[in-house]
């Protein structure tokens, strides 16, 4: 089935010690999307890709960063995380056009 | 912020009974989504509405849509317990933008 995957799904990383999450999609789309959620929040998104162009958010701290090496693959690193970066990390893909957004299951992250 | 708001922000009802969620948004819109989440896991689509269309069903799921008040409904009839749930509006702001723009989400919890 085509599907979004992220990796892994559990992540303990310690303060400012740099970490990076995964995303990979079988479903050949041209946008991929980084949101991160806290607990009881909306998701906010921080960037996002279209083929190769990279579109960050104005308020996208810059400890994260993003990296899209084929359509397949999307990598978020967060270079120094602090307390306040523990939360849930989406990854989902839409179509070129498209409205949809596909999500993987996340990744949730716990600084330590 | 764009960021649409969703009323209530907890519903609980009896299994088989009727949840109606609100969401209101800010500036004009190409379309309007609705998402469930279930708890630790990522968004799953339900159903999108554009701005031209009023109603629209798919399954248990009626959603309306007044761009004059700039507000949308979600309607989930004969509910089930499996519909426990967040479920979270969404507005595209132009076609093609890409980028979605999350509510803040309602917890609806179906009590068996």
């Known amino acids: 089935d085509a599907m979004v995957i992220q990796n892994p799904r559990y992540q303990v990383t310690q303060f400012g010690k740099p970490v990076t999450l995964s995303c990979s999609q079988t479903?050949?789309?041209?946008?991929m999307y980084w949101y991160q959620q806290k607990s009881s929040q909306a998701p906010k998104l921080l960037f996002h890709y279209y083929d190769k162009d990279f579109n960050n958010e104005a308020d996208t701290p810059d400890n994260f960063q993003s990296r899209r090496p084929n359509t397949s693959f999307c990598f978020l690193d967060i270079r120094s995380p602090g307390l306040g970066d523990a939360a849930m990390y989406l990854c989902a893909t839409s179509s070129t056009g498209g409205e949809t957004q596909y999500f993987g299951p996340g990744t949730r992250l716990l600084v330590l | 912020s764009q960021q649409g708001e969703e009323d209530p922000q907890a519903l609980s009802i009896q299994e088989g009974e009727n949840a109606t969620m609100n969401c209101s948004y800010k500036t004009s819109i190409n379309n309007l989504q609705w998402y469930r989440q279930n708890s630790g896991r990522g968004l799953v689509h339900l159903i999108l509405?554009?701005?031209?269309?009023r109603e629209k069903h798919s399954g248990r799921l009626r959603v309306t849509l007044d761009t004059s008040k700039k507000s949308s409904s979600l309607l989930i009839t004969a509910s089930r317990a499996a519909d426990t749930a967040s479920y979270f509006c969404?507005?595209?702001?132009?076609?093609?933008?890409?980028?979605?723009?999350f509510g803040t989400g309602t917890r609806l919890t179906i009590i068996p």
């Open positions: 969404a507005t595209e702001r132009n076609f093609g933008n890409e980028k979605l723009t």
């Open positions: 509405i554009r701005s031209n269309e």
């Open positions: 479903l050949n789309h041209n946008v």
